[in-house]
């Protein structure tokens, strides 16, 4: 298995543009999240999902938006970037539907920068 | 704001000392998880501990949970080079439905 797979690795945009990070896992899990990580501080929680068809908000949803049409992908869109979503985001996953209670597997991470 | 806090921030060590981590959160959990983050990596899972739990060990890993302090603490035991990494606490409580929360996490570096 490859578990949770993040593309692209690295990204600079300019303020303004948009972007989708991909967010793929071969578990057959049904949660799925995502997580932002500014310099020297834990993870944010941006948006989740238990299911396809199905998302919920996290800590920090503003300025972004996600979709899961399928239990693999979980791809986090960035509508209007800012100089503040410069960040480190990471993708994760969790096997049942009450994923918050459970191991996360991670992928390793987009790093963005917007200028 | 963060429902986990790490204690300390930062920690340094000589290799085959001790580490301890604690964490402290805000309101009634589920259960509180540990991981360690490589610097560049994602993170990893290292141990889960329910409410109704009070210590588990994994290896040289030892996790307490006092859910009267609101309070867990991770100790490494004969840490090694390999150890230095970023280590968070997160939580999962029903008033925030089914989200995991991170705290800020300890840096922990072991000298050779």
């Known amino acids: 298995n490859a578990g949770v797979t993040q593309t692209p690795k690295f990204q600079v945009l300019k303020t303004g543009q948009s972007m989708t990070l991909q967010c793929a896992q071969d578990m057959n899990h049904e949660y799925m999240s995502w997580y932002r990580q500014d310099p020297g501080m834990g993870l944010r929680l941006i948006h989740y999902s238990v299911g396809a068809g199905i998302t919920d908000q996290g800590e920090v949803p503003n300025g972004y938006n996600v979709s899961r049409s399928t239990t693999e992908d979980f791809p986090l869109r960035l509508l209007s970037a800012a100089p503040s979503q410069t960040s480190v985001y990471f993708c994760?996953?969790?096997?049942?539907?009450?994923?918050?209670?459970?191991?996360?597997?991670f992928g390793p991470g987009t790093r963005l920068l917007v200028l | 704001s963060q429902q986990g806090e790490e204690d300390p921030q930062a920690l340094s060590i000589q290799e085959g000392e001790n580490a301890t981590m604690n964490c402290s959160y805000k309101t009634s959990i589920n259960n509180l998880q540990w991981y360690r983050q490589n610097s560049g990596r994602g993170l990893v899972h290292l141990i889960l501990i329910r409410s109704n739990e009070r210590e588990k060990h994994s290896g040289r890993l030892r996790v307490t949970l006092d859910t009267s302090k609101k309070s867990s603490s991770l100790l490494i035991t004969a840490s090694r080079a390999a150890d230095t990494a970023s280590y968070f606490c997160a939580t999962a409580y029903a008033p925030a439905g089914n989200m995991l929360t991170f705290g800020g996490g300890t840096r922990l570096m072991v000298k050779p």
């Open positions: 994760a996953s969790s096997y049942s539907i009450f994923g918050s209670q459970e191991t996360q597997y």
